[in-house]
């Protein structure tokens, strides 16, 4: 207990298949949907128009607002329309159809960007359109515009701790001096003295690219993170590399940090060594019935179904597939949709796996207590949250779960607690309001 | 054009799950009883099985019949019923009459859990509180023991002398009587009821559930701990006192009964140390030879309080000026 408490979580299958796998790009398919809505923030505004000739990297959607990222154009083509249609996220957007020529040809524009000072650099991060690769999607632009000098930690996450996914991985081990070079950018404009990378212990030989690069930098160093899911979520990765606590109504900033993911860096230092924006997307293809599981670089806006058909299609009729990794992605209704920014693994499962779990009752048996990285009770929170009490939800602490799902996993009468605690926090935050 | 999927099923994270179910678990326990099984068959004869077999049969009836009448579903196949069914019938003596056993299944099932609301709902352990109930309702039955050549010279020689009473070791230990060997006590070569004489076949169980992560060695050790510690301060012989009476299936077996028992580590270590307390308590000042059961009773209704004393704080900095700056 006290200050040698270390942060509980819950031991899963890495199931890392594909791990050691290259990058393979995949050619570009006959029609992309890039929706104007892949961040955390203001939706973008659609700058093109039907029957407009579009080249790779060319700005075709953008926000005034603070936060928000420019969306680039990742094939060459026509715009064929403008359409209203659902994305992944459920909701109806507006999203540009291109028809590709295949010859994906860069835009001028797609230039090394100058940068002499903080807000050449600010400027560069937000055009790049990079936004937090591990899953947040909250906009590099926006999450850099600090006042130089006042972080002392940069984190870099390298943890990749959901099962399956392994871009992180590959990204580190073939792209490890790009990503040590958008490090060095990072802490020489916001004055940031201090790096960590991250990276979980069951890759060893990305910890020793980096060492092997770094070789007597002192300001940078990387952290062997355990092997117990969630090491990767931004609160626990910041305690583990800091020891500084960032918890319910916090930022990493409040703490002095800033958490950025490898391929998140990786996608701004090709964008402040090239010019060209963030239009692909490297993505593991899993599952338990994809034909040749693997990893894959994807133009943003392709349809999941393309990618899946890239990999060699199905074994059987899928029942399930989610965007990200099995912890905390994101189950899809359908797969007629578009391969946005955040998105790192595409998995398919069959029915065996998928089938709906009966949920019986508590037991008390404290697994969930066990495992929560953030200190919770979730028995105790599922049992106000289903008496409706909001003075228990509160006394018990509901706001600080992050939805990490490690109760959910251990629960053996199978209750969705994390799912009910989304629900709660909603009742309590409403409770206050009034 | 690839193929399309258009009816895929949408549901919440996390798409995987661990997997322990508490059928398993409740499966893990039944395997865990096994080995304490086997040695009252060997010591107390086939009757044992038979008595066994009858309470896991009354108790999964009760529940499956409680549950119809009451138009809920039917549970018998979360295993808890049949886990009741075979501790209630190591809390017994193995000639206790059959009907007298469905008593305590149907006050364990019905009353104690189905009432409460079923599974995880009760707070008292079923089990636990069925003996209670028969050991108040049939005092001499369930104070009747079998002896046979099976067992310690010690205790013959003691049902020489009385045949119905007084030849269970803590019995013997009262009434001032020559006890068994600390090895013959350690092995179940005893009288008593019928699963709780062998120590070392109730460790057994206890070390295969703490592998499989069944149960958190928290409260065994310290309600063994405990028991131990206060025979050296009362002068008694602590191995002795470990393997007597039902302190061994009670401390791997009933206060380790998740609904009933504290979901903290914290809280199980006072729960464990506090059924240690009352078990010496009564042991030693009480009118009962034995105490586990009213120890074990006593914690269960504390531990909602229990819980509440040692309840989680949420990862967070320091309240002002500490760490977090």
Redesign the interface.
């Known amino acids: 207990m006290g200050l040698t408490k270390r942060?509980s979580g819950?031991h899963?299958?890495h199931r890392k298949n594909t791990a050691g796998m290259p990058i393979i790009p995949m050619p570009v398919p006959?029609k992309v949907y890039i929706p104007m809505s892949m961040h955390i923030g203001a939706p973008c505004k659609p700058l093109v128009k039907a029957g407009d000739t579009v080249k790779v990297g060319q700005l075709i959607g953008d926000t005034d607002a603070r936060i928000g990222a420019p969306i680039h154009s990742s094939v060459s083509g026509t715009v064929e329309a403008v359409i209203q249609g659902m994305t992944q996220l459920g909701k109806t957007d507006t999203s540009i159809v291109i028809k590709t020529d295949g010859k994906q040809e860069l835009a001028d524009t797609v230039v090394p960007p100058e940068i002499n000072s903080f807000e050449d650099f600010i400027k560069a991060a937000r055009d790049s359109g990079v936004v937090g690769l591990g899953g947040a999607s909250f906009p590099m632009g926006a999450k850099l515009n600090i006042k130089p000098g006042t972080v002392d930690y940069l984190v870099i996450n390298g943890a990749e701790c959901e099962?399956y996914i392994t871009v992180d991985h590959a990204v580190m081990l073939t792209y490890t001096r790009d990503i040590v070079d958008g490090i060095k950018a990072i802490m020489k404009w916001l004055q940031i003295p201090n790096t960590i990378i991250g990276i979980e212990g069951n890759k060893p030989d990305a910890i020793k690219a980096f060492n092997d690069v770094l070789a007597g930098d002192a300001s940078i160093k990387v952290h062997e993170l355990r092997q117990i899911y969630p090491q990767g979520a931004e609160?626990v990765i910041i305690?583990e590399c800091t020891?500084?606590?960032?918890?319910?109504g916090?930022l990493p900033l409040?703490?002095?940090c800033i958490v950025a993911n490898v391929s998140s860096v990786l996608k701004l230092q090709h964008y402040l060594k090239t010019g060209l924006p963030l239009v692909s997307k490297y993505i593991t293809v899993d599952g338990n019935i994809v034909v040749h599981p693997q990893n894959v670089e994807v133009p943003v806006g392709t349809?999941i179904?393309?990618v899946?058909?890239f990999c060699g299609?199905l074994k059987e009729?899928?029942?399930?597939?989610?965007l990200g990794g099995?912890?905390?992605?994101?189950?899809?209704?359908?797969?007629?949709l578009a391969v946005m920014k955040a998105n790192s693994a595409i998995?398919c499962?069959n029915g065996a796996f998928?089938g709906?779990?009966k949920e019986?009752?508590?037991?008390?048996?404290?697994?969930c207590?066990?495992a929560?990285?953030?200190?919770?009770?979730p028995?105790?929170i599922s049992r106000a949250f289903r008496d409706k009490d909001v003075e228990m939800l509160k006394e018990?602490?509901v706001l600080?779960c992050m939805d990490c799902?490690s109760c959910?996993?251990?629960?053996?009468?199978?209750k969705?607690l994390?799912?009910e605690f989304?629900q709660a926090k909603a009742m309590v935050m409403e409770a206050s309001k009034k | 054009m690839a193929e399309r999927h258009t009816d895929l099923i949408v549901a919440s994270a996390p798409h995987v799950c661990a997997p322990a179910n508490t059928a398993s678990i409740m499966r893990d326990v039944l395997i865990a009883l096994v080995p304490a099984l086997a040695v009252s068959v060997y010591v107390f004869g086939i009757r044992s099985l038979v008595m066994a077999v009858c309470c896991i049969v009354f108790c999964v009836f009760f529940e499956w019949l409680v549950r119809k009448i009451m138009k809920r579903d039917n549970t018998i196949g979360d295993l808890s019923a049949a886990v009741t069914g075979l501790i209630l019938a190591f809390n017994i003596p193995v000639r206790l009459p059959i009907w007298m056993a469905a008593v305590g299944c149907f006050i364990a099932i019905v009353v104690v859990k189905q009432l409460f609301g079923g599974l995880g709902q009760n707070f008292a352990n079923p089990a636990i509180v069925g003996r209670i109930a028969l050991f108040i309702g049939f005092a001499g039955p369930m104070a009747s023991w079998t002896i046979n050549s099976r067992m310690s010279q010690a205790i013959l020689d003691v049902a020489e002398i009385d045949a119905t009473t007084g030849a269970t070791p803590l019995g013997m230990l009262a009434a001032g009587q020559t006890l068994p060997s600390n090895l013959e006590m350690f092995l179940g070569l005893i009288s008593g009821s019928m699963g709780e004489i062998s120590a070392a076949a109730l460790l057994l169980g206890g070390i295969y559930l703490i592998v499989r992560k069944v149960i958190s060695p928290a409260i065994p050790v310290s309600f063994l701990a405990t028991v131990a510690v206060l025979s050296l301060v009362f002068g008694l012989d602590p191995i002795f006192q470990l393997c007597a009476g039902g302190v061994m299936l009670g401390a791997i077996f009933m206060a380790t009964d998740y609904v009933t028992s504290p979901i903290t580590t914290s809280g199980r270590i006072i729960f464990g140390i506090g059924c240690g307390l009352f078990t010496m308590l009564i042991r030693v000042y009480a009118s009962y030879p034995e105490g586990v059961s009213f120890a074990i009773l006593l914690m269960n209704i504390l531990t909602p309080h229990i819980d509440r004393l040692t309840r989680h704080k949420a990862f967070k900095p320091a309240p002002e000026g500490g760490a977090a700056k």
């Open positions: 942060l819950v899963v299958d006959e099962p609160r305690y020891g500084r606590k960032v918890s319910y916090m409040n703490a002095g349809m179904c393309d899946i058909e299609g009729e899928p029942k399930k597939i989610v099995p912890m905390m992605g994101r189950a899809i209704p359908r797969d007629d998995l499962f998928a709906q779990r019986t009752a508590c037991i008390s048996c404290g697994r207590v066990a929560c990285p953030m200190g919770l009770m028995a105790k018990y602490e600080y799902g959910a996993y251990v629960c053996p009468a199978r969705p994390n799912f989304r």
